[in-house]
């Protein structure tokens, strides 16, 4: 009977570690896509922060954030909804009246880790109002906003950006500084959704603020697009206290 050939003991070993290479390359693939995949939702059920809870130095990072004025009732679920997509913050300035009406989106925009800020009950001209009604609009509007989130706004955002010493003073007294925006897509006087991303666009730059709102027509579907593309720029969004570093903004102070 002639000898029986045996394997070496290295091609053995060979095929042993080729199988456990090829198992945690798997195992790296199928976590990597999970990451990518994930709901803000299972995100918070895996105990991840949300997506504007973390520090970011803006300093280093090339950093721009997103404000969307209006009312919870536009279709600011929509505009969620993309954000997350791309794991992006933006700071929502709401009008207070219809706060109660939309709860849940309220409270969604502060719990998947979105700023909240102060836009007026009633979006008047705070320069052309008694200094009372400056302080109801703004106090009440911020009041809802605690009372729905348990977070009082320290942001607040004049309508059509009118602002001057008198305000300055009463948003100083309310604990409110005020934020304007360096780049406005003017997306009320448009549905040229073309147009608004190119504005968007042309007028980003790094630590700038961008004013757009969700009402009108043209907003929402040109928000794809003008995410992609910042994203692409190598732009990191974030909200606006931390485009200012958190804790800075002073009460009653215009940053524009």
């Known amino acids: 009977m002639g000898k029986v050939k045996r394997r070496p003991r290295f091609y053995v070993l060979l095929g042993v570690a080729v199988l456990a290479v090829a198992a945690l390359v798997t195992v790296v693939v199928v976590r990597s896509f999970a990451m990518v995949t994930v709901s803000p939702e299972q995100a918070r059920e895996r105990g991840e922060g949300p997506v504007g809870s973390g520090r970011?130095?803006?300093?280093?990072?090339?950093?721009?954030?997103?404000?969307?004025?209006?009312?919870?009732?536009?279709?600011?679920?929509?505009?969620?909804?993309?954000?997350?997509?791309?794991?992006?913050?933006?700071?929502?300035?709401?009008?207070?009246?219809?706060?109660?009406?939309?709860?849940?989106?309220?409270?969604?925009?502060?719990?998947?880790?979105?700023?909240?800020?102060?836009?007026?009950?009633?979006?008047?001209?705070?320069?052309?109002?008694?200094?009372?009604?400056?302080?109801?609009?703004?106090?009440?509007?911020?009041?809802?906003?605690?009372?729905?989130?348990?977070?009082?706004?320290?942001?607040?955002?004049?309508?059509?950006?009118?602002?001057?010493?008198?305000?300055?003073?009463?948003?100083?007294?309310?604990?409110?500084?005020?934020?304007?925006?360096?780049?406005?897509?003017?997306?009320?006087?448009?549905?040229?959704?073309?147009?608004?991303t190119r504005r968007v666009l042309d007028g980003a730059a790094r630590d700038g603020i961008v004013l757009l709102h969700p009402l009108h027509a043209g907003t929402v579907p040109a928000l794809p697009a003008v995410l992609e593309a910042l994203e692409g720029q190598g732009y990191t969004f974030v909200t606006v206290s931390q485009l200012l570093a958190p804790g800075t903004a002073a009460p009653g102070t215009i940053y524009r």
Not at 56 to 75: H, N, W, Y
Not at 104 to 132: F, Y
């Open 56 to 196: 970011v130095d803006c300093s280093r990072a090339k950093c721009i954030a997103l404000t969307f004025d209006g009312s919870p009732g536009e279709p600011t679920a929509r505009v969620l909804d993309l954000l997350a997509q791309h794991h992006a913050a933006g700071t929502f300035f709401l009008e207070g009246r219809d706060l109660h009406l939309h709860p849940d989106v309220v409270r969604r925009i502060a719990a998947e880790g979105h700023e909240i800020g102060d836009h007026t009950w009633n979006h008047p001209r705070l320069t052309e109002v008694s200094d009372q009604q400056v302080r109801e609009e703004l106090g009440r509007t911020a009041d809802a906003i605690e009372e729905l989130t348990g977070r009082r706004p320290t942001l607040m955002r004049p309508p059509e950006g009118r602002t001057d010493d008198r305000v300055s003073g009463i948003s100083r007294e309310l604990g409110l500084a005020q934020v304007l925006w360096t780049v406005t897509a003017k997306d009320y006087a448009t549905e040229d959704t073309a147009l608004i």
